[in-house]
Structures are given as C-alpha cells and as structure tokens.
C-alpha cells in the first residue's frame, strides 16, 4: 500500500467516519501482517499439523522483524470462551500469541463469523486486542480500514440477522450454559457449511470491491479484508484493496511495509 499524505478533504471524511462509529485510528508500526481464515479445527483439513506450523512460521517472522499482526477473523473454525473454559486443541498456537505479546508485538484480532464469543481471555491472558467490527489502522501515513467482511452482500440479509442473535449477550449466555463438549460438537455440526457458504460465485466480488471503493471515498487508503476465501489485490490509484483469500488452500497473507 502506498505512504500518501492526507489532504484535508480526507481528513473531514476520517474525521466523520470515526465520529459516526465512535472509533480512533489504531497506530501499527510496520511491517505489519494481515491473515484471516485459518479455520483451524475444522474436521476437513487435509493436514492441520502442516497448516498450524506454516501459520507459526509466519508468527516467529512478525516477531523476527518485530512487526505487527492482525488477524482477520476465521483463524478458529469455532471460538466460543465459556467462563471457565477454551478448547484445548488451540493450545499451541495460543501460547505462540502470549509470546509475541510478551515480546512486545501487537497483536490484533477481528473477529469473523466463526468468532461466536470473544469474553475477555484473549485480552487478559492471551494478551491480545480484539475487535468486533472491524479497525481503523494508522501505519506510517496511511489509513488503513481492516473487517473481516461478513454481512456485506446484498443478499447477506439471513446472515445480518443471525449475527445480531450470535452476538446478542442474552443468547450467548444461554449457549454458555451447554456442556462445552456438546457446544462443540454442535460448532462442528454447522462450520463446514458456513465455510462452503463463504466461497460462493467470485462474481460476488464486485460487491467486496465495491465497498472497498466506498472506504476509499470516506479517506481510507486501504481496506484489508478475508472472509471470501479468494486472495485478490486491487490498485485503485494510490488506494490498495487486499482480500486475504485463506489460509487452508492458498496460504495467502498481506504485509504492509
């Protein structure tokens, strides 16, 4: 992504976007590396010891070049945090997180649509930040609009609902309330679907490129998002729209430099 000096036109659109989302630019130092949709626990990845080892390569890289990182929702295929417990199976890759945070690397999380309850582990123990919708990202003069980039198809509208009642508190404490073995049986029952769903007709991705370019009017120099399993990079001027694709079959990430 290009280093661009912000005009004072774009300053005004900045300005009223984080006014009418009540949020601040975040500032990263680079290199700073995006990654999103590793799915990792999913019951049909052809082999998940190589998949997490590439994934922790790329980690000991962003702390090598003591970076940052932003993970852009979907690295779990389910993320519930009951009140006193995590699944065990993302142990290793945990662990790898807490290193970087106690390394001094930011970490940032965004939480996709397999992110079902973020409840404060991974802020006080993994020492991570996590996002619901999305971050406004300051690095070096650019700004930089990262989501994971669900709900933004037209005819998204059945997911739009059933996302207000996944993230709704009222029905997430009632899901916490199940035997964490059976809420995650019935996690791995509906992920593969949900995943299939995601990947649906690269013509789609002319709605994705679209509100990437609706990011750029607002002032945005750049807008990274997953989500779409389908990695594609957009240069529009000196604006950059980057889809992460996954980390399952294209083992694709950005890097902003």
Same mark, same amino acid.
């Given at each position: 992504m290009p280093v661009t000096v912000v005009s004072s036109l774009e300053t005004y659109y900045i300005y009223s976007y984080m006014v009418k989302f009540n949020r601040t630019a975040i500032s990263l130092?680079?290199?700073?590396?995006? /990654?999103s949709d590793a %799915?990792? &626990?999913a019951g049909d990845i052809d082999d998940p010891d190589l998949q997490l080892q590439r994934l922790l390569v790329l980690m000991d890289t962003v702390d090598r070049e003591n970076g940052s990182l932003v993970l852009a929702g979907d690295?779990?295929?389910?993320?519930?945090?009951?009140?006193?417990? /995590?699944?065990? *199976?993302?142990?290793?890759?945990?662990?790898?997180l807490r290193t970087l945070a106690d390394h001094?690397?930011? /970490? %940032?999380?965004?939480? &996709?649509? %397999?992110?079902?309850?973020i409840h404060g582990f991974l802020e006080s123990e993994v020492g991570i930040m996590t996002h619901q919708d999305g971050?406004?990202?300051?690095?070096?003069?650019?700004?930089?609009?990262?989501?994971?980039?669900? &709900?933004?198809?037209?005819?998204?509208?059945?997911?739009?609902?059933? *996302?207000?009642?996944?993230?709704? *508190? /009222?029905?997430q404490f009632l899901f916490s309330w199940i035997h964490p073995d059976v809420g995650m049986l019935l996690?791995? &029952?509906?992920?593969?679907?949900?995943?299939?769903?995601?990947k649906g007709n690269p013509e789609q991705d002319r709605e994705y490129i679209a509100f990437a370019k609706s990011k750029f009017a607002e002032g945005f120099h750049g807008v990274v998002m997953g989500h779409a399993h389908r990695p594609m990079q957009i240069n529009d001027g000196e604006n950059t729209y980057v889809n992460l694709g996954d980390w399952i079959i294209h083992f694709t990430y950005a890097m902003h430099d």
């Amino acid at each position: 992504m290009p280093v661009t000096v912000v005009s004072s036109l774009e300053t005004y659109y900045i300005y009223s976007y984080m006014v009418k989302f009540n949020r601040t630019a975040i500032s990263l130092r680079p290199p700073v590396y995006f /990654v999103s949709d590793a %799915h990792l &626990g999913a019951g049909d990845i052809d082999d998940p010891d190589l998949q997490l080892q590439r994934l922790l390569v790329l980690m000991d890289t962003v702390d090598r070049e003591n970076g940052s990182l932003v993970l852009a929702g979907d690295i779990f295929d389910f993320w519930f945090e009951w009140n006193s417990v /995590v699944p065990k *199976k993302h142990f290793i890759l945990l662990h790898h997180l807490r290193t970087l945070a106690d390394h001094g690397i930011p /970490v %940032h999380l965004l939480a &996709g649509n %397999h992110d079902f309850r973020i409840h404060g582990f991974l802020e006080s123990e993994v020492g991570i930040m996590t996002h619901q919708d999305g971050a406004v990202l300051q690095i070096a003069d650019s700004l930089v609009f990262a989501f994971h980039g669900d &709900g933004i198809l037209a005819d998204d509208h059945g997911y739009r609902l059933l *996302k207000k009642v996944l993230r709704n *508190k /009222v029905c997430q404490f009632l899901f916490s309330w199940i035997h964490p073995d059976v809420g995650m049986l019935l996690a791995r &029952g509906t992920s593969k679907t949900s995943r299939n769903s995601t990947k649906g007709n690269p013509e789609q991705d002319r709605e994705y490129i679209a509100f990437a370019k609706s990011k750029f009017a607002e002032g945005f120099h750049g807008v990274v998002m997953g989500h779409a399993h389908r990695p594609m990079q957009i240069n529009d001027g000196e604006n950059t729209y980057v889809n992460l694709g996954d980390w399952i079959i294209h083992f694709t990430y950005a890097m902003h430099d």
